[in-house]
Each structure stands twice: as C-alpha cells, then as structure tokens.
Nanobody, 127 residues
C-alpha cells in the first residue's frame, strides 16, 4: 500500500506563488516502482484535470498548456516527495489540488493512469 499526503495549500492574491508538496509513504520497495507522479486539480465547475507530471525515474516533465511557464514540478526521490511550484497564480488556478502516483505507463494527464491519490488540498487565488 502507498499513501500520499499533500501539504497544506493556501490563499494568495493573483500574481502570488505557492509551493505544494506531496510525500509518499509505505513499502520502500514498492515506492521505487512509481513510474510517474502527477498533480491534478478540480474546481466545482470542472472535471479533474492533469496539471503536471514527472517521471519517477526519468525525470521527464509534462505540463498542461494552461500552466506552462508558471508551474514547475520537481521530485526528491530520497524523500519520496514531489513538489509543485506555482508562480504568477491566477484566479482560474483556484481548485483542490491532488497528488497521484502511477505504477504503470499511460497518458500522464489521464486519471486512469494513476492508482494512488492524496486527499487533496485547497488553493484559492483571489483577484
């Protein structure tokens, strides 16, 4: 079993920054097999959407067009932690952000690729 815990989100004004962290716990052996880490978000009006992902071993990164150039995903394999640095935040970035881990290959932005999810953390951006 793998558990994912996101750090607390927060509230910022437009143009501000936040950094989210997600730490995985469980079998250290199992954690070495995480293929991809992902960040998703969901607002009340929209379906859950992929924001960014990073290869657990390759380090390759993927971003939604809406966040390219503003968000940066990174990972610390020694700490089993993935980060999402969010800069120049906009009101439309307001959502509950979820961390996810995938043990199989697939579309990085597809919910079905990921087998483990955190409980989510709220990010609110005011104009």
């Amino acid at each position: 079993q793998v558990q994912l815990v996101e750090s607390e989100g927060g509230s910022v004004q437009a143009g501000g920054s936040l950094r989210l962290a997600c730490t995985a716990s469980g079998s250290s052996y199992a954690l070495t097999f995480i293929l991809n880490w992902g960040w998703f978000r969901q607002s009340p009006e929209q379906e859950r959407e992929g924001v960014a992902a990073i290869g657990g071993h390759s380090g390759m990164t993927y971003y939604a067009d809406s966040v390219k150039g503003r968000f940066t995903i990174s990972r610390d394999n020694d700490e089993n932690t993935v980060y999402l640095q969010m800069n120049n935040l906009k009101p439309e970035d307001s959502a509950v952000y979820y961390c996810a881990a995938a043990f199989r290959a697939g579309n990085w932005a597809s919910i079905g690729t990921y087998g483990y999810w955190g409980h989510g953390t709220q990010v609110t951006v005011s104009s």
